[in-house]
């Protein structure tokens, strides 16, 4: 069964590993472009003062995400940050935070600006939606509404780039988003084969 | 002119809670999270199969 949550929810939860430490918080939320897979989160030191840490903490080595911590089989799973992100970062937009950026359709209809990102918690992580503050027209200005995302997603340039036929599948809230997201992929396929 | 030790100690506390300040500000951009992107176009067209299996 998968789980739908924000990116964001993720900010400062704790590391943990199956035998009780506490190694790390999180700080980023890492996904690549190509796909819109999560590849891991940056980490920050535990405390008020630690900063940054140079190692990063991959998807695949993930234990499972709950809403309280992120669970790891052990400390060792930690990998350097060049590992995970070097080559894709190095390829166009490599680092960019997606947080404020505004979304269009590809018929060139600006739909609002992103405050947030949905990913589908299973086996891996996939990128599903963006949570926007929509613009006048698709809905009351500044309302916050959950996007659909095509499962073919590829982002790159400032602006975030959506099917026109996603405007369709827009939800309120987390609970009925899942089941819009299948079926606006569902259209696209078929739509397309 | 002389000046009371009082003011020399309410400058001095006064720094250091500015520093203090200046010190938690950045250290709490420091640890600030964001969701970060990585990738590009590139990416796109080597990889294009990697979400259609889900």
Known sequence: ?193 | MDVSPLVWVVVAVAIILAVLLAVLVIQRRRRAGGVVVVGGAADADAAPEHREES
């Open chain 1, 1 to 193: 069964m998968s789980t739908l949550l924000r990116a964001t929810e993720l900010h400062g939860l704790v590391v943990v590993t199956l035998g009780g430490d506490e190694i790390a918080d999180v700080k980023d939320v890492v996904w690549r472009a190509a796909g819109g897979s999560v590849l891991g989160f940056t980490l920050n030191k535990r405390g008020l003062f630690g900063g940054p840490m140079k190692e990063v903490l991959t998807w695949a080595a993930l234990h499972w995400v709950g809403p309280d911590a992120v669970m790891v089989p052990d400390a060792t799973v930690l990998v350097h940050r060049d590992d995970v992100t070097g080559a894709g970062g190095a390829a166009g937009r490599g680092g960019g935070d997606v947080i404020g950026d505004d979304v269009l359709t590809e018929d060139g209809r600006r739909l609002g600006r992103v405050v947030d990102v949905i990913i589908e918690v299973e086996a891996s992580g996939d990128v599903v939606g963006y949570e926007i503050e929509a613009d006048e027209g698709l809905r009351s200005g500044g309302q916050r509404v959950l996007l659909p995302l095509p499962d073919t997603l590829a982002v790159s340039g400032e602006k975030l780039i959506v099917p026109a036929a996603a405007v369709d599948f827009v939800a309120d809230d987390l609970a009925g988003f899942g089941a819009a997201v299948e079926q606006f992929r569902t259209q696209l396929r078929t739509g397309t084969s």
